[in-house]
């Protein structure tokens, strides 16, 4: 119900677009975000978006990502610039909602910041 693109292989210091997408039987959609995990490594909180637009984010990636939303097509972009090897991770979008606890999830894209 959320179908996640756009990763793929970048060299450092690249950009990449991940879009997320929500289908029509997801309605009432309140924060998005991304969290990541890499090789190794928890998952983390990469960014999040309320439906208001306010954002927030990882400290690691502050100034080089952006985290936005289309409320209209139920969408979910994070543009990635400046990549670094430690970025490399897949990424997973989420959505919440306002009649269930536990927030929609899509299936992940994987990130790789390789030269």
């Known amino acids: 119900q959320l179908q996640a693109s756009g990763g793929g292989l970048v060299q450092p210091g690249g950009s990449l677009r991940l879009s997320c997408a929500a289908s029509r039987t997801i309605s009432y959609i309140t924060s998005m975000g991304w969290y990541r995990q890499g090789p190794g490594k928890q998952r983390e909180l990469v960014a999040s978006?309320?439906?208001?637009?306010?954002?927030n984010y990882a400290d690691s990636v502050r100034g080089r990502f952006t985290i936005s939303r289309d409320n209209a097509k139920n969408t979910l972009y994070l543009q990635m610039n400046m990549l670094k090897p430690e970025d490399t991770a897949v990424y997973y979008c989420y959505a919440g909602v306002t009649y269930r606890v536990n927030p929609y999830w899509g299936q992940g894209t994987l990130v790789t910041v390789s030269s």
């Open positions: 978006i309320s439906k208001s637009g306010s954002t």
